[in-house]
T-cell receptor, first 115, second 111 residues
Framework: EAGVAQSPRYKIIEKRQSVAFWCNPI?????LYWYQQILGQGPKLLIQ????????DSQLPKDRFSAERLKGVDSTLKIQPAKLEDSAVYLC?????????????FGNGTRLTVT | GQNIDQPTEMTATEGAIVQINCTYQ??????LFWYQQHAGEAPTFLSY????GLEEKGRFSSFLSRSKGYSYLLLKELQMKDSASYLC????????????FGRGTSLIVHP
């Protein structure tokens, strides 16, 4: 099966600019996650979708970050305006069901550098 | 909230056995995952434990003790390609089953 697709692979922007990331989950996976991974740290959840509804966005900095999952498939994550501390890898993951034992399948991520 | 603790870095010799520990403190527990992440790549799923005991899968095994809030990943017959970061992630009892990740343990395998 095809894996989780993300684009772009790399992005360099200046602070205060905006940026958007795209994710296409594994076909049939209802649950989609966006994680932020800062160098040397584990992934930190930003938002979880179940189909096209938000399950948890408690750790999403809503003053600058937004995400949507139209039609319950593809998802986009946007940052506007970006700050230096947003430099990180943004990982998208999907899982077949929301159940406890269902593993997450990750994309290769988008490496964002904010200068 | 959740607190997950792993050693930052470990080194081992090719062919040896290494044990990577993970301790956690959570408001509830609904399973523990181990992921492997090579530099610049996506994390890949290794194992899942929800009941106490040892789960074996080839050269990799994972152990869980829920009463102690403790898990370990055991890697046998180490190979150079096992050099990677190993992430422990815990799911709480909340309805969303969201896994929270530890910082990861960077394993360096040398000849």
């Amino acid at each position: 099966e095809a894996g989780v697709a993300q684009s772009p692979r790399y992005k360099i922007i200046e602070k205060r600019q905006s940026v958007a990331f795209w994710c296409n989950p594994i076909s049939g996976h209802a649950t989609l996650y966006w994680y932020q991974q800062i160098l040397g740290q584990g992934p930190k959840l930003l938002i979880q979708f179940q189909n096209n509804g938000v399950v948890d966005d408690s750790q999403l900095p809503k003053d600058r970050f937004s995400a949507e999952r139209l039609k319950g498939v593809d998802s986009t994550l946007k940052i506007q305006p970006a700050k230096l501390e947003d430099s990180a890898v943004y990982l998208c993951a999907s899982s077949l069901v929301e159940g406890a034992g269902s593993p997450l399948h990750f994309g290769n991520g988008t490496r964002l550098t904010v200068t | 909230g959740q607190n997950i603790d792993q050693p930052t870095e470990m080194t081992a010799t090719e062919g040896a056995i290494v044990q990577i520990n993970c301790t956690y403190q959570t408001s509830g527990f609904n399973g523990l995952f181990w992921y492997q992440q090579h530099a610049g790549e996506a994390p890949t799923f290794l194992s899942y434990n929800v009941l106490d005991g040892l789960e074996e899968k080839g050269r990799f095994s994972s152990f869980l003790s829920r009463s102690k809030g403790y898990s370990y990943l055991l890697l046998k017959e180490l190979q150079m390609k096992d050099s990677a970061s190993y992430l422990c992630a815990v799911r709480d009892e909340g309805g969303s089953y969201i896994p929270t990740f530890g910082r990861g343990t960077s394993l360096i395998v040398h000849p």
